[in-house]
């Protein structure tokens, strides 16, 4: 038997479990999550993330759903993978720039007594062109009528480096499903036709220029507390719509996010995230050693 070492970890309670795969890693890392992401006979979380070492970047993150699916990027994920790397690294280099699936991003992280609170992320230039979110059809798709579970829904779809389906509602009757009824829907949504890679779904409800409420589904997961990359896609959205300001808070079930999509300037045209990142608790786990093979010096 083997140990390998763990740190659980959440941004507005998008929780993960944290693995420094410098020298070992998972050789199945989607059994792996899938097994440890189980809340109740796992550590339990939404998924798990390999810190893992990167030739261009400071850190390369993957990250796995709960289910064992791979994504590509993890807003909240990736602030809790700057915190770590710059504990690691003993602090010596702030921003952090992290190598995922969709690029390389640059977190500049919020230091407190020499320990990184909270971070700031560049999550680069959203993708409006429907056929590379993907969605089945060319073109933006804004404000756009599909059919789920015989019900039209008005949505608008954004990639942040993963497909989002945002979804701007009247009122807090979408708040108010109880857990079933919202996993129904949510299903639906992310199993849809219309979306080939299936899809994270944003709800949300503009209760000022400058604040959205926001339920989420999330492809893989199911419900979460929070979703950096869905809270960048439903801003983008509201914009889009006329519904919001280009600077707003962002409420979720796990706390709240500062979003800010840059008309000009420095930045312009990217969408800035800022958020916590939260360590929860530290721990080993046991595996049989054919559960970890060398990882691969250097990375890609």
């Known amino acids: 038997?083997?140990?390998?070492?763990?740190?659980?970890?959440?941004?507005?309670?998008?929780?993960?479990?944290?693995?420094?795969?410098?020298?070992?890693?998972?050789?199945?890392?989607?059994?792996?999550?899938?097994?440890?992401?189980?809340?109740?006979?796992?550590?339990?979380?939404?998924?798990?993330?390999?810190?893992?070492?990167?030739?261009?970047?400071?850190?390369?993150?993957?990250?796995?759903?709960?289910?064992?699916?791979?994504?590509?990027?993890?807003?909240?994920?990736?602030?809790?993978?700057?915190?770590?790397q710059f504990e690691i690294s003993g602090g010596r280099k702030n921003p952090l720039v992290v190598d995922t699936d969709c690029g390389a991003k640059t977190i500049a992280l919020k230091v407190e007594n020499g320990r990184a609170i909270a971070a700031t992320v560049d999550m680069g230039e959203p993708i409006l062109e429907g056929r590379e979110i993907p969605v089945a059809r060319d073109g933006r798709v804004i404000d756009f009528p599909l059919d789920i579970g015989g019900r039209e829904y008005r949505i608008t779809a954004v990639s942040m480096g993963n497909p989002h389906c945002v979804v701007c509602v009247e009122d807090d009757g979408v708040f108010a499903l109880d857990d079933a009824e919202f996993a129904r829907l949510g299903a639906q949504f992310e199993r849809h036709p219309f979306f080939p890679r299936r899809v994270n779904t944003e709800f949300i409800l503009p209760a000022a220029r400058d604040r959205l409420k926001m339920r989420v589904w999330e492809r893989g997961s199911g419900e979460t507390l929070a979703c950096g990359t869905g809270a960048c896609a439903a801003l983008v959205a509201a914009v889009l719509t006329g519904r919001a300001e280009r600077r707003a808070t962002v409420a979720l079930r796990g706390g709240p996010l500062e979003i800010e999509w840059r008309e000009d300037g420095p930045g312009a045209n990217r969408v800035f995230m800022t958020g916590a990142a939260v360590e929860v608790f530290r721990g080993e786990i046991e595996l049989d050693?054919?559960?970890?093979?060398?990882?691969?010096?250097?990375?890609?």
């Not at 740190?7 to 440890?36: E, F, Q, S, T, W």
């Not at 093979?293 to 250097?298: H, R, S």
């Open 289 to 300: 050693d054919a559960e970890l093979i060398p990882a691969v010096p250097g990375g890609r």
């Open 1 to 84: 038997m083997s140990k390998l070492a763990f740190v659980k970890m959440h941004g507005c309670g998008n929780d993960y479990i944290y693995v420094v795969a410098d020298r070992v890693r998972p050789a199945d890392p989607g059994a792996l999550a899938k097994r440890l992401a189980d809340r109740r006979f796992g550590i339990g979380g939404d998924g798990l993330i390999l810190l893992c070492p990167s030739a261009r970047a400071d850190v390369r993150m993957e990250m796995y759903n709960a289910d064992g699916s791979r994504g590509e990027m993890c807003g909240n994920g990736i602030r809790c993978v700057s915190r770590l």
